[in-house]
């Protein structure tokens, strides 16, 4: 099994994602980037873009960020902050 | 007198008035549970942004980003008026505009210019004739949307960093309970940079930071400004709708008195035909026997 992480994603409005998760993949500003378990601390800005999570066994759950936002990594603890998200959640996924 | 009709028709409309203040009583009732919900929201993003400030600048100088540095002397102001768009609630905006009449007054004689935004059109209402009013954001106030906020707050940030006024306050409603509200007037720039480090026992821990510290420093307390004014209006609509739910209550109950109050009149009208009959009746045998 592979390891997970405490990941956390919120946008002004409400919670958004609140468990352990696998792996992430967030917009940042110079390029998509991904992140698993154990990852070094990080702080960055995103961009508006994809967030692909892929959570404990093998769910995922796609967010479509709008606007700015930022990622935080701390001792396997993920913080995700976003202004907004489009709603509408994607048919492919 | 009034005739038995008249009562009636008056006993009818009190009783629609009743079930319409009942009404907007209850709904004002589930929209401050919502606003609530959305305020506790609100207040779990305020933690991991401060706390993401706290742990970015615990090595940095924090006076460095524009939104932090306070000029000196300050000549023109910038208030921001948050009303409802809505009436019947109350002395909810009343208040606050007496609020802001006696710290304009107090404020007029000490600074060379103060402008005025608002949001919400209670207050655009109640000063349009006296300030020159820059601008109205109406129904900002009822759509909680952090991207429409994030207009108007840009706009303020950009009224402060070209220098078109020195300090920015707003005036809202603080909410204390669905009983309590009270106005206030808060400074929010330049923002004290004690509210940003309230977060004890930050440490900075060994980054990668993606842009640079000074960077990504920027784009937190921006954010953090235009949180704060999304909070703000949340507060406020949620004070809304307590001095809503209050005044609807009274006006309820105010209603069901006048209810009981009229059908007593209406029972007195009404025994006071029967017994004019009654008269009539016997006067007229009384006549006839004799």
Redesign the interface.
């Known amino acids: 099994m592979q390891k997970s992480f405490f990941l956390n994603i919120l946008i002004p409005e409400k919670t958004l994602y609140k468990g352990s998760a696998e792996s992430i993949t967030v917009p940042g500003e110079i390029g998509y980037l991904g992140i698993l378990a154990e990852h070094a601390p990080l702080m960055t800005t995103l961009v508006p873009g994809k967030i692909v999570v892929r959570g404990e066994k093998d769910s995922n759950a796609v967010f479509h960020s709008k606007g700015k936002g930022f990622l935080e990594v701390l001792k396997n603890k993920v913080t995700v902050l976003l202004e907004t998200i489009e709603e509408k959640s994607d048919p492919s996924y | 007198m009034p005739t038995i009709k008249e009562y009636k028709a008056k006993l009818k409309s009190l009783a629609n008035t009743k079930k319409m203040t009942r009404t907007m009583k209850l709904v004002s009732a589930s929209k401050l549970r919502q606003i609530h919900h ?1 305020q506790i ?2 207040k ?2 305020a933690r ?2 401060t706390g ?1 400030i706290a ?2 600048s615990a090595s940095v100088d924090s006076t460095s980003h524009p939104l932090l540095f306070a000029r000196y002397p300050v000549k023109k102001l910038l208030i921001v008026v948050i009303s409802s768009d809505k009436g019947l609630c109350g002395g909810f905006n009343n208040n606050l505009i007496k609020k802001i009449f006696n710290w304009l007054k107090e404020m007029k004689g000490r600074y060379e210019h103060i402008e005025m935004i608002c949001c919400g059109k209670r207050g655009w209402m109640a000063f349009r004739n006296h300030l020159a009013i820059k601008k109205n954001y109406e129904g900002l106030a009822t759509k ?4 429409a906020t ?1 207009r108007m707050a840009d706009d303020l940030r950009e009224a402060f960093c070209s220098g078109n006024c020195d300090e920015v306050y707003i005036a809202f409603n603080r909410f204390n309970n669905p009983l309590s509200q009270v106005p206030a007037i808060e400074k929010i720039l330049p923002i004290q940079s004690s509210e940003l480090l309230d977060q004890g026992g930050a440490t900075a ?7 640079g510290q000074e ?2 420093l920027q ?2 307390v921006q ?1 953090f400004f ?2 704060k004014i ?1 909070y703000t209006l949340l507060e406020n609509s949620a004070g809304e709708h307590g001095a809503r739910m209050t005044a609807m209550d009274k006006a309820t109950q105010n209603a069901t008195d006048l209810i009981a109050k009229y059908t007593l009149l209406r029972n007195r009208a009404r025994q006071a035909a029967i017994t004019k009959e009654l008269i009539e009746i016997i006067s007229g045998a009384e006549a006839l026997k004799n």
């Open positions: 959305k929201n609100a779990h993003y991991e942004l993401l742990r970015l909680f949307d952090f991207m994030r821990s060994d980054y990668i930071l993606e842009p960077e990504l784009s937190l954010t235009y949180y999304y």
